[in-house]
C-alpha cells in the first residue's frame, strides 16, 4: 500500500527499520532555526533522519530578488534527495511539530517530492504530538540512509512563478489563494515581512482552518466542503496558493489533495517574494 497524503503513527510503526521507509524529521522554528535539529538529536522517531528547512529544503536567499525559502534548484534537489536515499521504491514519511496544525515543514518537502514525480510520499498526521501520545517508540543521536540514485520526473503543473501569479490575476478562470492567517492578510500584525498586505483579488484561506484542535487534519469529507466553497466553479488545476514564504501554503496543498480533489499550484516565493518588485501592487 502506499500513503501519498497522510499516515497515522499506528500505520508508520509497522514499518520502522524497513530500508523501503524513509522517515523524515522536518522540526523547524522560525525564531530559532537550530531548536528542530536540538529536539531531534535529543528524541526522534527511530530511523529518522533530520532535514533543516532553510540549509537543505531552499535555495540561496538573495535579498531583494528571492523571497525568504526560495525553491531548491533542480539539481540540488535530487542531490538532496540522492543523499537522503529515496528512489523510486522508497515510501517517505515526513514529520514535524509546527503548531497550531503540525505539517507545515514537512508538507513543504512532500510537495517538493511530489514535484519531481515521487508520489510515495505522506505527511504523519498529527507530526511529533501525535507519535508521542500514542506512546510510540524513540531514539537520539544522529541517524543517517545509504545513498540511492533519485530520478526526477518534473511535474510543472504543480509550480508558479510570480509571472504565472500575474497572468493569473488577469484571467477570471483562475484563482489565488492566501494562506496566512486573516489578520497578516488583511495586512495586520504583520511581524516577519518587510510589507504589509496581500496580493490584489487574492482569496484568504488560512492553512490553520484545515485542522483540529488537537492539531490533527480534518476528516476528508470537512476538507472536501471547505475547499469546494472556496474554489466554487474554479478546478484546482486553475487554483494558485501562497503564504509568507511558501512553506505553510504546502499545507492547503496537502489537505486539498487529501480530500479527493487533486492538485493546485505553489507560488513558492509567495508574499516574502512578491514584495522585493515594487511595481507589485499590493492590497490591505
Not at 540561496?60 to 525553491?71: D, E, I, K
Not at 509571472?163 to 488583511?186: E, G, H, I, M, Q
Request: hydrophobic share 40%.
Amino acid at each position: 500500500m502506499q500513503y501519498q497524503t497522510l499516515i497515522t503513527p499506528q500505520e508508520l510503526r509497522p514499518h520502522l527499520g524497513d530500508p523501503n521507509w524513509a522517515v523524515f524529521d522536518c522540526r523547524f522554528t522560525l525564531g530559532d532555526p537550530e531548536r528542530g535539529r536540538k529536539d531531534y538529536l535529543i528524541a526522534h522517531i527511530p530511523g529518522a533522519v533530520y532535514v533543516h528547512l532553510e540549509q537543505e529544503m531552499c535555495g540561496p536567499v538573495v535579498r531583494g530578488r528571492t523571497g525568504r525559502h526560495p525553491l531548491l534548484p533542480l539539481k540540488d534537489a535530487v542531490r538532496l534527495f540522492s543523499r537522503l536515499g529515496i528512489d523510486e521504491n522508497v515510501q517517505v514519511v515526513a514529520y514535524d511539530d509546527w503548531s497550531p496544525i503540525s505539517g507545515a515543514v514537512a508538507a513543504r518537502l512532500w510537495w517538493m517530492l511530489r514535484w519531481l514525480g515521487h508520489e510515495q510520499v505522506a505527511v504523519l498526521d498529527g507530526g511529533w504530538r501525535a507519535w508521542i501520545e500514542a506512546r510510540m517508540p524513540t531514539a537520539g543521536g544522529v541517524e543517517g540512509r545509504s545513498r540511492r540514485k533519485f530520478t526526477p520526473r518534473l511535474h510543472l503543473e504543480y509550480y508558479a512563478s510570480m509571472a504565472d501569479v500575474k497572468t493569473a490575476l488577469l484571467d477570471p478562470t483562475w484563482k489565488v489563494f492566501d494562506s496566512r492567517t486573516a489578520d497578516r492578510f488583511r495586512g495586520e500584525n504583520e511581524t516577519i515581512d518587510p510589507v504589509a498586505g496581500h496580493i490584489p483579488t487574492a482569496i484568504n484561506a488560512p492553512y490553520v482552518e484545515n485542522g483540529t484542535p488537537e492539531g490533527t487534519f480534518r476528516s476528508p469529507e470537512e476538507l472536501r466542503q471547505r475547499f469546494a466553497t472556496l474554489l466554487g466553479e474554479t478546478p484546482p488545476q486553475k487554483a494558485i496558493f501562497y503564504c509568507g514564504s511558501g512553506v505553510t501554503a504546502a499545507l492547503n496543498l496537502l489537505a486539498l489533495k487529501y480530500a479527493g480533489l487533486g492538485d493546485a499550484r505553489l507560488y513558492v516565493g509567495s508574499w516574502s517574494e512578491w514584495i522585493t518588485d515594487p511595481e507589485n501592487p499590493v492590497a490591505r
